[in-house]
């Protein structure tokens, strides 16, 4: 008998449950940096832990701990083992502090000067103004020197990505690399290193900013390749190193606008020889079908960080044609990024 009878009223009209969807990725971000400050990953060693015990190694209230644990499981960060402790998924092993890529790219996330940029995107997308100059009065790379914390949280993510490259970015890359080879905005050098490996009769420079090329990979340096590489400080809207065969630039337009991309280019393209190459590794955008979420998000934390954007690949041509140089082409560099070619006119 339905409890209804029981209690003597009708039972409610049948009524189809809402997508809650929307209303849980509202809430998402929200649980995941609750656990991320309070350090949870790296509390849960390997072995399943309960929620008392957590609480115990953590110093935290174990009735509220236990309910934001069970969202975790809930949303598929962490698991529940049959015994009710709670397990690492491979989405919470990757940020653990262990992780160097993944922690750093959460610890760059959830700083507080990134965060407040990401609260200013509505208002950003009514003036068209990136939210992080409108919000901290200045752009990212300024903001960086006076800020140690997304400074250090920024360089560590940079440095762990740049680490990250695939196999098959050098393998598109090492068959242009002959004479010498600038990296723009090469970071500490990790591309130019694996690059200069393949190519042993090319040159490098390493080409960044003052504050990063200070503290080079190691192998660049002072390593078995310092002969054969060159670290140059300066800043690519200025000028680029002068006479190489091969400019590249990885994941370095997306971080500036039309204007100054351009200007970028057009750098390169007088710096080098005639008939020099200019490879840019960049994510690009399809030109109409709805982009990956890692691809549309990639695109907003570009706008949001530094007011520009991923690009699709005739916008980059665009840019090419703008800057002088001639388009030869695009291929697939690795699952994520395409290689672009152009030389410099003879
Ligand atoms: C997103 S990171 C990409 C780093 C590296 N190319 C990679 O693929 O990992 C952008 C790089 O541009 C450098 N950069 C920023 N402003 C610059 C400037 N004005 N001139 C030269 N490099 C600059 C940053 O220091 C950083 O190393």
Redesign the pocket.
Known sequence: MPDSAVLGHDAPAEQAAPDAAVFVALYTGHVLRAGLRLGLPDALGDEPASAAELADRMGLDPRALRRLLRALVALGFLDRTADGRYAHTPRSQLVRADDEFGRSLAAFATNPAVEQAWHGLAESVRTGRGPFAAHHGTDF?TYLSGDDGLSTAFRTA?RA??E??ASSEIEALAQYASGTVV??????G??LRELLMCAPRARGIL???A??VDDPDPELRSGALADRCELVA?????SAPAGADLY?????L???DDETAVR?LTNCARAGRPGARVAV?EMVLPEEATPSPMAAVSDLDMFVLFGSGERTESEFVELFRRAGLDYAGSRPASGLTHLMECRIPS
């Open positions: 790379y940079m990505g740049e990250w490259i990296d723009v905005g090469g970071n500490r990790a591309l080409f960044d900013l504050s990063v300066g800043d690519a809207r200025e590249v630039l990885r994941a370095v997306h971080n500036w970028i590794i």
